[in-house]
């Protein structure tokens, strides 16, 4: 994944000098030519970093809905892929259910070994749930991680919960969390 880290990447990130940034492995002897106050410019590179991914599931009984298809088998799917293809990358992954309530059943902390969250992943598919609402989403800010992450909504939506005000309480932790729909 992209990163801001500077290293041995192959990003071309821009130059600095080499009093800030001190590898001479990196000199760029035609910048440091063009420079009129006669400083010596080394090349800086991004490298890849490892970005945790987190797998946030509605466990709700409305993802229960649609005979041969229904909903929570597509989130199961869903769920694969991207875990699939955070372990493709070497990336940490980590899964969290809910429902009515956080469900401590359905919690896989975000770990480099992601055998809990695959297991939890194929057992989404025999999941039927019995908890109506999915009112458990005001307090998922609690399992978010501390470091940027990559979370992954997988829900239907279906609840007022989007409506009502989050406690300003809350806010100070949520601060931190920036969701982007694109």
Not at 9 to 27: K, M, N, Q, V
Not at 59 to 87: D, P, R, T, W, Y
Request: proline share 5%; with cysteine.
């Amino acid at each position: 994944h992209k990163s801001n880290q500077r290293g041995m990447g192959i990003e071309f990130a821009g130059y600095t000098t080499l009093l800030s940034y001190p590898d001479p492995r990196r000199i760029d002897i035609r910048q440091s030519i063009r420079d009129p106050l006669g400083e010596i410019y080394v090349k800086m590179f991004n490298q890849r970093s490892a970005t945790p991914v987190m797998i946030v599931c509605d466990l709700s009984a409305s993802m229960n809905f649609g005979g041969k298809n229904k909903k929570i088998n597509l989130a199961a799917e869903v769920a694969q892929s991207i875990a699939h293809s955070a372990i493709d990358r070497h990336d940490a992954l980590g899964l969290v259910g809910f429902d009515d309530e956080i469900r401590e059943d359905w919690l896989a902390p975000i770990s480099f070994r992601s055998q809990h969250a695959m297991t939890l992943i194929n057992e989404l598919k025999k999941f039927t749930s019995t908890n109506k609402s999915n009112r458990a989403i005001k307090d998922l800010y609690q399992y978010m991680p501390r470091e940027r992450a990559l979370i992954f909504f997988i829900s239907d939506f279906l609840s007022g919960v989007w409506n009502e005000e989050i406690p300003a309480a809350k806010l100070p932790a949520m601060a931190r969390i920036s969701i982007n729909p694109d």
